[in-house]
Structures are given as C-alpha cells and as structure tokens.
C-alpha cells in the first residue's frame, strides 16, 4: 500500500495541484501558463525518477497490485504531459508566425506528438509488443480509412489550402458562389461570415475544387465592375465617354491601374457597357460602386441619355430642354417651380473649356458667378504649402461660386476642368430675385458651404474678426446673405 513517503501520493498530489493552478488560473497569460506547464513537468520528472518509476522501463511493485498500478498510471500520464509540452513548444519554435492562428497545422502536429508518445508509453511502461499494435493498427486504419473517406479528402485539402494559403483569416473571399469574410480554416472544413452575418461552412474538399477569388490580394488594389444596358439607338461613343467621365469623377478610384470602359456585349435590345476601375481599400468598394452608378446616371443625363426602362419607348430630347434639364438637377434648386426654372433658364451663359482650363478661382475679379458644370468633369483644389491640394471632383449638375453670390466673399479654392467641359454662369442679379422670395433655397445653398466646410476643411475669405460663438459658419453665412439682399434689392 503507498504510504505519506511514497513517490506515488507525491506523484498524485503533483497531478491534483497541476489541475486545480491550471483550472483557476489567469487565461491571458500564455507566456505564465507554458512556463507552469513546464515547472509541473519538471517537478513531475523529478519524483518520478527519485522515487524508481523510470517511464523508459515497466513500472516497478509488480507484487503490489494498487502501487504497481498507480504507477502505471503515473508514467503513462508523464508521456501525456511530455507530449503536451513538446507540442506547444513545437508550435511556438517551428510553426511560421502565420499558422499559428490556423487549426489545421496544429492539430496535425499535435496528433503525430501525441501518437508517438502513446507508442512510448504502450512500448516502455506496459511492455507491449508494437510490432503486433502496429500490424493490428494498420488492418484497423485501413477499415477506418474506408469508412470515413469523405472526411480524410476533407483533411488532406485542407492541408493543401492551408499549405499554398490561397487566403488567410479576416480575407474577404469568394468560395464558387459563396463570398464573405474567413472566419475559420481548420481540419474539415473553412467557415465564412457572409453578408447577413450568417456563417457558411464550406467542406475543404469543395473549397479544393472551387474558384476561389481573394479579395484582399493584391492589397493595394480592389476591383469594382458595374455593367449599364442602353438603348441599342445611342450612339456608342457618346456612351464610352460619358461612363469614362463618370470613373474619372470619383476621386476614390484609382488613376494607376487606369479604369476601363468597353461595351461588354450587344444584343437586339440593348448594348450593355461595363465599367471596370480600382480602389486602394477593400471597404471603399461599395460606396466607391454605389457613387459609379450615380455618376454614370448625371454623365448619361448630361449628353441627353436617360436611363429608363428599355421596354418603355424613350422620347426624344430637345435641345431646348437642356438648361432646363441642367438646373432641375442642381440640388439647390430642387425646390423651384417650373416658372422659376423657366426665369433662370434666360439668364444662363454657356461657355466651352477645354482640359485644365480655369472654371473658377478667387482671383478673378469679374463678378460674383454660380458655376454650374454641364458636361464632363472639373477638380476643386486648394493652395497649401506651395502645392495645390484636390478637395473633390465636380460631375454635371455641381456647382461652385455660392461664397459669392451668397454672401458677397469668394473662397481661396480654384476650379479647373479635367476634360473639355461645358459649364453655364449664372450672375448674380440673376439669382438676388429669386433667393428674395425663396429663403429655402439659400438655406440649401449655406448649408452645402457649410458641409464642405466642415468636411474638407475649406477656410473661406471671411474677415478675421468675425465672431463666430453667434452661430459658427453657418449663421455668419446667412447674416451675409441677408445684408448682401437687402442693399442689392
């Protein structure tokens, strides 16, 4: 029987203190758990051998059936722990830093580690023959192998994905039809969150046979194609360069790799016309897509294209209509009835520019002028440190000059086309009626000075001592505008 002095209770008692330190202990630190995973082991070790239980040979007091037992047990689980040990320090001294968060490899490495110990443990401590194990086991694996085939081709691609890593955790990839973000790649199976938040589970033998398209690779640049149907009628020149102004006046898309526009293919109904450009960030691609499709629709609108149903029988455009198509579009005078349109239509002035012509700038002492862009597309810049910086891009029906016919002031910002544009003026005697009698629209015009204020940045030339604790930006605009309106009027 073992006794307060024998090897075997401090052997139990070593086992006992390992699993309660081990239970109850901080999970945070790794670092601290490997290091009293290995005080345990050694500690282990050391009563295990001073007390004659030599894991490398059978367990002594064959005469003793409970002791020789307990000893058994003892060295049997000295494998256990030893493998435990060898397999994280594999893991943190063999393993590349990116397979460490991957299941896969670990799993694999862990089981070969525990395998060889357990023939150990069958070999030197309950004397076995493992030639008869391993010829028995052999017959046995091949039985298994025949019975779960499908989940060892499951195994074996995923040692192949996890081998070539064609994506890595947090990759926003696309699995044959299933896309979204990888949650998980282990033994059997990668898992994705797509879309809805839902996980989907891919087996890796299908992952293995499937397309698959990583979104994150290359890292500096993302794709985005959208495809627009036009009537068949439209000339297709008209189409290919208003869809190229319309990449070109998205300032997220890339200018290297260049955006390409193409007509994808014709059929008796429609031309279809495909867009393909580049992002720099993979969470820039939906609203970079969604901008596309506005732009395109103003480009289209502003040569007279208009997206409708191909079903429905288009009308024709008049020229006519133009201006007063122009102005029903800029935000501003959203809320102008048809008469109102119709007054400022007589009062527009058209002028053609070509490629980095000047549309507006605050060097310009001609007047105090609305510039509203008709076709093609115009960067706003701003002087800073002996270098001009692009704010934004202006598409048709945008417009800039509202410092001036608002409050009397023009902004330092300078207005140049980047393709040959049309731009219409609008003076400001013109517009001093108008803004008389609808206050809403000064209201919709302060307050787009004021957004781009506060989102780029933009210093107007306002006098220094203004007090802006009144009402900031935007109160200060509107006392300009009513002081400017009542001396003009």
Not at 24 to 50: C, E, I, N, P
Not at 132 to 160: E, H, K, M, R, Y
Not at 203 to 213: C, E, T
Not at 418 to 434: E, H, Y
């Amino acid at each position: 029987m073992p006794t307060l002095t024998d090897g075997v209770l401090f052997g139990l008692g070593i086992l006992v203190l390992e699993f309660l330190v081990w239970r109850f202990m901080d999970r945070s630190s790794d670092q601290t758990r490997l290091a009293f995973r290995a005080l345990m082991f050694g500690l282990s070790t050391y009563v295990l051998f001073s007390s004659g239980m030599n894991p490398l040979r059978a367990a002594p007091w064959p005469d003793e059936p409970l002791r020789h037992l307990l000893a058994q047990a003892l060295e049997v689980v000295w494998w256990l722990q030893g493998a435990r040990l060898v397999t994280i320090m594999l893991d943190r001294v063999v393993l590349p830093e990116t397979w460490h968060k991957e299941r896969l490899f670990q799993d694999v490495l862990g089981a070969l580690v525990f395998m060889a110990a357990a023939v150990g443990a069958i070999a030197f401590v309950l004397q076995l023959p493992v030639r008869g194990l391993l010829a028995t086991s052999g017959a046995l694996a091949v039985v298994l192998g025949l019975a779960i085939q499908s989940t060892l081709n499951d195994v074996f691609s995923g040692v192949v994905l996890n081998a070539t890593q064609p994506f890595r955790l947090g990759d926003w990839i696309t699995i044959g039809e299933v896309e979204g973000k990888v949650a998980e790649s282990n033994w059997r199976a990668t898992s994705l969150l797509n879309g809805q938040g839902n996980i989907v589970v891919i087996p890796n033998s299908v992952a293995a046979r499937a397309n698959i398209v990583n979104a994150n690779e290359p890292s500096h640049t993302h794709g985005i194609s959208i495809v627009l149907p036009v009537k068949p009628s439209i000339r297709p020149s008209i189409v290919l360069e208003a869809l190229a102004n319309a990449a070109a006046s998205s300032e997220d898309v890339l200018s290297e790799p260049k955006p390409l526009v193409s007509v994808r293919r014709a059929t008796n109904d429609a031309i279809e016309y495909e867009i393909v450009c580049y992002v720099d960030a993979l969470s820039k691609k939906i609203d970079v897509r969604n901008d596309l499709f506005d732009l395109a629709h103003r480009h289209l609108l502003s040569r007279g294209v208009v997206l409708r149903p191909l079903s429905v029988a288009e009308p024709a455009v008049e020229s006519a209509d133009e201006k007063h198509r122009l102005l029903r579009s800029v935000m501003i005078f959203q809320a102008l009835a048809d008469d109102e349109i119709s007054e400022l239509e007589t009062k527009l002035t058209m002028h053609e520019l070509d490629a980095a012509d000047t549309i507006y700038t605050a060097a310009d002492e001609r007047g105090h002028e609305l510039h509203i862009l008709a076709r093609g597309v115009a960067k706003v810049t701003v002087a800073k440190d002996g270098a001009e910086i692009e704010l934004r891009r202006l598409a048709p029906g945008d417009s800039i000059g509202q410092s001036g016919i608002l409050a009397g002031v023009r902004t330092d910002v300078i207005a140049r086309a980047l393709t040959r544009a049309t731009v219409f003026r609008l003076d400001k005697t013109a517009l001093t009626p108008i803004l008389a009698r609808r206050p809403e629209v000064a209201k919709e015009m302060c307050r787009l000075l004021s957004e781009h204020h506060a989102s780029e940045e933009m210093l107007l030339a306002a006098p220094v001592t203004v007090d802006g604790s009144s009402g900031g930006l935007l109160q200060w605009i509107r006392d300009g505008v009513r002081r400017f309106h009542e001396l003009t009027i």
